[in-house]
């Protein structure tokens, strides 16, 4: 995560990287957020996955 953080902002010059998560998938969330993403908003019922419907975020990371 550290080398794709650092390929994209310092050689890139990307601003903003943007990823989705399942909703319910904590320790994943738990490690975006030490990274500085940010939850920006729910896709409700995004995926179908073990015969349910599940909701998804969308997370960025905007570079400072």
Known sequence: MDA???LA?????????????????EPGISLYE????????THRNHAFRDGLYVDSYT????RS
Request: glycine share 4%; proline share 0%; charged share 30%.
């Open 4 to 6: 794709m953080i650092d």
């Open 9 to 25: 902002e310092n050689w890139l010059n990307i601003q903003r990287i943007k990823l989705q998560v399942y909703a319910d998938n």
């Open 34 to 41: 030490k990274f500085r993403f940010e939850i920006e908003g």
């Open 59 to 62: 997370m960025a990371r905007l």
